[in-house]
T-cell receptor, first 113, second 112 residues
Framework: SQTIHQWPATLVQPVGSPLSLECTVE??????LYWYRQAAGRGLQLLFY??????ISSEVPQNLSASRPQDRQFILSSKKLLLSDSGFYLC????????????FGPGTRLTVT | KQEVTQIPAALSVPEGENLVLNCSFT??????LQWFRQDPGKGLTSLLL?????REQTSGRLNASLDKSSGRSTLYIAASQPGDSATYLC???????????FGQGTELSVKP
């Protein structure tokens, strides 16, 4: 069966510090991978998605970046965090054989102070 | 512009009631529609996926319907239980492998 992992679960970082969030998927090959952010009272916003290694599409211009160094690994990064980067970050995956049904990880709660 | 709307934003019902959650979408050219459940502080759990060619899907006490022509989907929960208390989100997919467009969710509270 497929599983998706995210870490860390919670993170408190000062403004201006770097960020690295990691997401890994097990039990599937060549998945589409997604990073979403859920800010309080604002719903879910897609940040990045990837259809393959090294292929990243950005949905929203911001100080965040994403990378996919391996087939089932997706990393969200920032060089300098802003207060507005606080939120709940969710990673998700899908495959065409599953009609692109998206499955979400447990999320990372980021608080920028 | 592709938008998804959920009404009501919050709903409180006594245990045992049958209930319906509503979702509407502005562009009928969807690929599929998903319903999710989110518990406080947790990730999203996929409940049901309806492909654009389907009219409904069922899983246990849950039934989701899709009417593309009217731009609407409903999630029916039978014999509600306190454990059903959560936020329910619907999301539309327009491009294969692309992004989901989410509604703002309906926060459901089932009182014992």
């Amino acid at each position: 069966s497929q599983t998706i992992h995210q870490w860390p679960a919670t993170l408190v970082q000062p403004v201006g510090s770097p960020l690295s969030l990691e997401c890994t998927v097990e039990g599937t090959s060549n998945p589409n991978l997604y990073w979403y952010r859920q800010a309080a009272g604002r719903g879910l916003q897609l940040l990045f998605y990837s259809v393959g290694i090294g292929q990243i599409s950005s949905e929203v211009p911001q100080n965040l970046s994403a990378s996919r160094p391996q087939d089932r690994q997706f990393i969200l990064s920032s060089k300098k965090l802003l207060l507005s980067d606080s939120g709940f970050y969710l990673c998700a995956w899908s495959v065409g054989s599953g009609f692109y049904e998206q499955y979400f990880g447990p999320g990372t709660r980021l608080t920028v102070t | 512009k592709q938008e998804v709307t959920q009404i009501p934003a919050a709903l409180s019902v006594p245990e045992g009631e049958n209930l319906v959650l509503n979702c509407s979408f502005t562009d009928s050219a969807i690929y599929n529609l998903q319903w999710f459940r989110q518990d406080p502080g947790k990730g999203l759990t996929s409940l049901l996926l309806i492909q654009s060619s389907q009219r409904e899907q069922t899983s246990g006490r849950l039934n989701a319907s899709l009417d593309k022509s009217s731009g609407r989907s409903t999630l029916y929960i039978a014999a509600s239980q306190p454990g059903d208390s959560a936020t329910y989100l619907c999301a539309a997919l327009y491009n294969q492998g692309g992004k989901l467009i989410f509604g703002q969710g309906t926060e459901l509270s089932v009182k014992p």
